[in-house]
């Protein structure tokens, strides 16, 4: 055995040393990216080449490529030809806040074990809880990741409004969630986790504009009651995934207090809009919610994974992972807001409320106003020209900083669309200038784009558009010629 290797891991020299290189390149690589200089957003590999050339790296490579190679291999979200999936393009300070919780490491799960990151954690999420114009008695957690946070307010959920103890003695009758059909999947996913099985989730279709179609609760609901279902929460998308576009969240509410449901707002991409003046006005109704998910990495600039879960009634984030007894606490008792692992799905988590405290340090809520307002304005710009030529058509008027659109030609039946818009998104992912994911709404293909770096100008989608129609012609002539 080596004795000294330990040493060597733990060498404080060498850690000087790597971090001052590694922050060199890294800001290099920032400003590169940023000013768009570089030819492309990612250079693609297929997976099998990539897997080769990493379990070759791990017996050959020469370890000062390491890092470079890892630029090299990965997609550049601070390039502003990066229009695709819904990750930020991370402030870098998150970069540095990320790195003081991984040497320091500490568990969070009980307050000794991360103490100024726990009382971070309360200010951010009291914070949160005000702009959704919760009282006083709101409280939340971080937790790893919308997924994780929407399955975790269904169970506060399930607890607060069912009267059986579903969580020691599991599910005694059907009980289950109403949610839209456009609604992310780890909604589904959450559901199906918690036994509702798939009658459990009562999906409610959306209107021609993608939006929840509100006529259609009562009748959903009414129709899940005489199928003998205990229907004990409602999710609002703010906005759904696919197509950026709010649920009416004020109709939501009122529906929820008739029927005494718990009412969920997954605003994992859009709640982030309670900080922008112009565009708070799509959250109208967030305030009559019982829950509400943010997510730090999608538009508040923070590094993946950071969100938060906030409860109108804070006593509700206290008895998730409870014993039912547990559920009062008495007037004695203290409030141990501070013993974080009893209130998240995670014992250990990371120091994530570094990334969102230090943002609101440094440059205050009005960083977020910006990020999110200049991004969904980018978006209307798109839009008008996107409107203006007649070799595209959008699937919907945008909301939010998501658009679908696809591109057409007239002598194209909808299946032949189809595929040349597949065949373009695929073209576009091997050329790698610029990146954008694609959809399929109602059985037709759309390319997606959602508008993330808040350096991308209209200038960027017009030679996004123009790439799109050379690509186009370019696979249309081809076809001809086959
Ligand atoms: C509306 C919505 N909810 C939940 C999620 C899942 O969040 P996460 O990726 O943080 O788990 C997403 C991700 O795109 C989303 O758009």
Not at 144 to 152: E, I, M
Not at 217 to 224: G, M
Not at 287 to 310: F, N, Q, R, Y
Request: charged share 20%; with cysteine.
């Amino acid at each position: 055995m080596d004795e000294k290797l330990l040493n060597t891991v733990y060498n404080s020299e060498s850690f000087r040393n790597q971090g001052h290189t590694l922050i060199d390149l890294l800001a290099n690589h920032l400003e590169k990216s940023l000013s768009g200089s570089s030819q492309k957003t990612m250079n693609w590999k297929n997976p099998e080449d990539e897997l080769g050339l990493w379990k070759v790296f791990l017996e050959q490579g020469n370890l000062s490529d390491f890092f470079p190679q890892i630029l090299e291999r990965t997609i550049h979200t601070h390039n502003p030809k990066y229009v695709g999936h819904q990750v930020a393009a991370p402030a870098p300070i998150g970069a540095l806040t990320g790195m003081i919780g991984s040497i320091l490491n500490n568990g969070m799960a009980v307050y000794e074990m991360g103490m100024a990151p726990t009382a971070m954690e309360r200010i951010v999420c009291d914070l949160l809880g005000e702009r959704i114009g919760y009282d006083k008695n709101s409280r939340g957690i971080l937790t790893s990741g919308g997924t994780l946070a929407n399955l975790t307010a269904l169970l506060s959920a399930r607890k607060a409004m069912v009267d059986s103890d579903v969580w020691n003695n599991g599910l005694t009758h059907k009980l289950g969630i109403m949610v839209s059909e456009e609604a992310h999947y780890c909604v589904d996913r959450a559901a199906k986790i918690m036994g509702l099985g798939e009658v459990g989730i009562i999906k409610v279709p959306v209107t021609g504009t993608y939006t929840i179609d509100v006529e259609k609760l009562e009748p959903y609901y009414q129709e899940a009651k005489k199928n003998g279902i205990e229907v004990f929460a409602i999710v609002g998308s703010a906005p759904s995934t696919a197509t950026g576009i709010y649920d009416d969240l004020e109709a939501i509410g009122q529906f929820a207090e008739k029927h005494n449901l718990w009412f969920h707002v997954d605003g994992a991409h859009g709640g982030a809009a309670i900080f922008s003046k112009k565009y708070e006005h799509l959250l109208n109704g967030i305030e009559s919610s019982d829950s509400v998910v943010i997510d730090g990495h999608k538009m508040m600039m923070m590094p993946t994974i950071t969100t938060a879960l906030i409860y109108k009634e804070g006593k509700h984030s206290h008895t998730t992972f409870t014993q039912k007894a547990d559920y009062l606490l008495t007037h004695t008792d203290e409030e141990d807001w501070y013993n974080g692992g009893k209130r998240t799905f995670e014992c250990t988590k990371s120091m994530m409320s570094l990334h969102w405290y230090i943002m609101l340090k440094l440059y205050g809520e009005e960083v977020f106003d910006q990020n999110v307002t200049t991004l969904y304005d980018l978006a209307m710009e798109f839009e008008q020209l996107l409107k203006k030529d007649n070799h595209f058509e959008l699937a919907f008027e945008p909301q939010s900083n998501i658009l679908c659109f696809r591109y057409l030609d007239a002598g194209l039946n909808l299946e032949e669309l189809n595929s040349i818009n597949q065949a373009i998104r695929q073209e576009l992912l091997e050329d790698g200038e610029f990146y954008l994911v694609q959809t399929k709404l109602r059985g037709v293909h759309y390319l997606r784009t959602t508008l993330m770096n808040p350096f991308t100008t209209t200038k960027h989608l017009s030679q996004l558009l123009e790439k799109i129609k050379s690509v186009a012609e370019k696979l249309l002539a081809k076809q001809l010629s086959q």
